[in-house]
Nanobody, 129 residues
Framework: QVQLVESGGGLVQAGDSLTLSCAVSGGTFNTFTVAWFRQAPGKEREFAAR?????????????EYVDSVKGRFTISRDNADNTVYLQKNNLRPEDTAAYYC?????????????????WGQGTQVTVSS
């Protein structure tokens, strides 16, 4: 069973930076797809960023972003501590949302929330203007 635990959310001002962490444990997959989604109040859950994870596998480390975060957000992984990060720079009030880490076995495009079998509990990010 894969477990995901997010951390790093908080209240920041517009223009600030914030890094979210997703600790990944469990599972026996050789490759993972891990993504960050976000959900603002009253809105649907939205894809933000995705990374492939598989030591020594072709395509490992490949990333994809939704247009609204390109150039501001960076998704990365640390194989040593099994953690995926989302570095967010130049935050805007419209980035305010609950951010969720999601994972699935294998490598797939993964821009839809129902592509993923495993989810974290979410961490709130609030950006004040």
């Amino acid at each position: 069973q894969v477990q995901l635990v997010e951390s790093g959310g908080g209240l920041v001002q517009a223009g600030d930076s914030l890094t979210l962490s997703c600790a990944v444990s469990g599972g026996t997959f050789n490759t993972f797809t891990v993504a960050w989604f976000r959900q603002a109040p009253g809105k649907e859950r939205e894809f933000a960023a995705r990374i492939y994870w598989g030591a020594g596998r072709a395509g490992s480390g490949d990333t994809e972003y939704v247009d609204s975060v390109k150039g501001r957000f960076t998704i990365s992984r640390d194989n040593a501590d099994n953690t995926v990060y989302l570095q967010k720079n130049n935050l805007r009030p419209e980035d305010t949302a609950a951010y969720y880490c999601a994972a699935g076995g294998g490598m797939f495009r993964g821009v839809r929330w129902n592509d993923y079998a495993y989810w974290g509990q979410g961490t709130q990010v609030t950006v004040s203007s």
